[in-house]
């Protein structure tokens, strides 16, 4: 078997290039010939590309998507998070392991199906859902599942199955983002330009990046244009991984052509040859949509040499998948995992626009940043900046979900304020709002006046609605359970920290908490947002210090008077074993080291 093997990696690794930054597409194709990555391909990977042994294992144990064991013909994973919940992930999850008898993580004894709990799927807008074989299944119900079990039994396509549909709920398109465009008219106008006269054009349209921090586009172009380097890289983030986030999935469907107008439009400004579009490995079944747009503008000449005409002007874009690992979603994991890497941040300075990819400087941009940047050189940084406001110019697309009549994407103007928002998507009597995904904040009622803009309420575009009915506490900590599952794990403070405040929360909502555990979760928190290495850390404890500023009524009801109350209780730990040896509990706790 290891003879087949050596034939089959050789053979994979030299449709790659030999090359050791695609070391996640050779993983990819290596498990999807044998079904996983056994031990005797994580040796032989490292030997055809010259590399070592761990760097393989390395990279392989850190994404959900590799599996180190055989898993079943049929990979069903279902998404547990919050919103899906809501809507009744739970029910569905039980449905499934009755009817294949199997709990989650396990495979069945035939070897046909695996059963997994994943992370947010991008389809929030009409849970609860899951993917099988990266087919996205919606719309679930406990009724569905025996039927779907029966069909994927008799070997039907999942592709085939009438919940495997994407609806678009694309609710509110607006003047930028979905607006009519005609392909390729923002790369013509750009290369009839100089670089820098493109890259003044987008500063005044005061661009900012659509991804919640808004840096100025701009100014990243300008600073990566004027770094030396052997080569410059623009690399679109489509790794869109935040709970209740899934605006994203709507672009690459809808506006595909769009992206990649941005991204040659940066491409020409900052002088480079090669762009990179990450796709989070959960929208694996848009990849032969996008490659069919690429070679459709490759036809026409919009990429490859002498893209539009402009002499000397050669800009080609690559598609990476991810292989599903939230963190990815920070540009400097990004950037790890474009090259091949486990996806853990890195310390910066430098900057990735300094030394990014392959260590030259490189433009880390979103979809949604590139596809206005793509408007403002087709219409003109006039037309862009007289949308929204003073300084927060252009649209903004939220991904709304939760408990709300119309979930799905809206594109509105900078400036809205949140209760216009929750009247436009049918939720006037909302208890909370969570802006920005977990790592956001989450707005009482007091706050739904604020405004949606850089100058108040800035976003990425997540925002899920709480109705009056929710536990609001229980989301919180189902929050802060997905920071405990995706933090790489590179510093205490988010790997220690996020593990002790879920279980600060845990304590409270069983109704052990004291006015100390509040103080101690507050302490807490702050030291991770301080101390952590990256975004993800810097904001993983925000779910339980928003809400214990906005909603310290929900915390002081479930809080007793006592000074301190243990989590754990001893006594009742050892009823079992004290009826067995005949002692009381209270005996056999008392026990005393002999003494020399």
Same mark, same amino acid.
């Not at 762009?275 to 694996?284: A, D, H, I, N, Q």
């Not at 995992?337 to 900057?351: I, M, V």
């Not at 979900?401 to 809205?416: H, K, L, N």
């Given at each position: ?14 449709? *790659? ?38 760097? /393989? ?22 998404? &547990? ?63 569905? /599942? ?68 808004? *840096? ?6 300008? *600073? ?32 595909? $052509? ?31 949509? =996008? ?22 002007? &050669? ?49 880390? &941009?979103? /979809? ?28 903004? =697309? ?24 929750? $009247? ?41 609605? *709480? ?51 509040? $103080?101690?979760?507050?302490? =807490?928190? &702050? ?70």
């Amino acid at each position: 078997m290891a003879e087949n093997y050596t034939e089959i990696i050789n053979q994979i690794v030299d449709q *790659f290039g030999k090359d050791r930054s695609r070391l996640m597409d050779i993983a990819r194709a290596v498990q999807a010939k044998l079904g996983y990555l056994p031990e005797e391909a994580m040796g032989l990977i490292p030997q055809a590309l010259g590399i070592h042994r761990v760097e /393989v294992r390395d990279m392989a144990s850190f994404y959900s998507f590799f599996a180190r064991q055989r898993k079943g013909k049929v990979m069903i994973r279902l998404c &547990n998070a919050v919103v899906e919940r809501m809507k009744g992930a739970d029910a569905v999850a039980q449905a499934f392991e009755k009817a294949l008898g199997i709990s989650a993580g396990e495979t069945t004894a035939d070897g046909m199906f695996s059963l997994e709990h994943t992370a947010c799927i991008g389809m929030s807008d009409q849970a609860p859902g899951a993917l099988i074989n990266g087919i996205p299944v919606t719309g679930l119900s406990p009724a569905d /599942v025996p039927k779907i079990v029966k069909a994927l039994r008799k070997g039907d396509d999942p592709a085939k199955l009438p919940q495997a549909k994407v609806d678009l709920n694309l609710r509110q398109p607006g003047a930028v983002i979905f607006a009519p465009s005609e392909r390729g008219e923002a790369v013509r106008k750009a290369v009839n330009m100089t670089p820098e006269q493109v890259i003044k054009e987008v500063n005044a349209a005061r661009l900012r990046g659509r991804g919640g921090a808004g *840096f100025p586009t701009a100014m990243k172009w300008d *600073f990566c244009r004027k770094t030396e380097g052997s080569a410059h890289y623009v690399v679109c983030n489509a790794d869109e991984g935040e709970p209740g986030t899934f605006k994203d999935r709507v672009i690459l469907t809808e506006q595909a $052509d769009l992206v990649f107008e941005g991204m040659t439009v940066a491409g020409y400004a900052i002088g480079s040859e090669e762009g990179l579009l990450y796709l989070r490995g959960e929208y694996e079944y848009l990849l032969s949509h =996008l490659e069919q747009v690429l070679a459709k503008r490759r036809s026409l000449g919009m990429l490859g040499k002498n893209v539009c005409g402009r002499e000397g002007f &050669n800009f080609d874009i690559r598609i990476q998948l991810g292989a599903g690992a939230y963190i990815c979603g920070e540009e400097s994991a990004l950037i790890e995992s474009l090259e091949g890497k486990r996806g853990a941040p890195r310390d910066r300075p430098p900057f990735p626009v300094q030394r990014g990819y392959k260590d030259q400087p490189t433009s880390v &941009n979103n /979809v949604e940043t590139l596809c206005c940047a793509a408007r403002i050189l087709e219409k003109g940084s006039a037309w862009f900046s007289k949308i929204g406001t003073k300084d927060s110019t252009g649209t903004k =697309l939220l991904s709304i979900s939760g408990d709300c009549a119309q979930p799905g994407v809206y594109e509105i103007e900078y400036g809205i304020t949140i209760d216009k928002v929750l $009247d436009m998507v049918g939720a006037p009597d909302a208890q909370a709002v969570q802006m920005g995904g977990p790592s956001g904040q989450c707005l009482a009622p007091k706050d739904f006046g604020r405004r949606i803009s850089f100058e108040d309420l800035p976003t990425g575009g997540s925002l899920i609605v *709480f109705g009056q009915e929710r536990d609001l506490l229980d989301c919180m900590a189902q929050f802060i359970e997905f920071f405990v599952e995706e933090s790489c794990g590179w510093c205490a403070p988010c790997r220690v920290g996020t593990v002790l405040l879920h279980t600060l929360m845990e304590k409270v909502l069983s109704g052990k908490g004291t006015r100390a555990d509040l $103080d101690a979760m507050t302490k =807490l928190g &702050n030291s991770i947002k301080t101390l952590s290495r990256c975004g993800l850390g810097q904001t993983a404890a925000n779910p339980v210090l928003t809400t214990l500023q906005n909603f310290s009524g929900l915390y002081n009801a479930r809080i007793k008077s006592d000074e301190y109350i243990p989590l754990f209780d001893l006594s009742k730990a050892l009823q079992e074993g004290a009826a067995i040896t005949g002692r009381t509990p209270e005996l056999a706790g008392n026990y005393s080291p002999p003494t020399r």
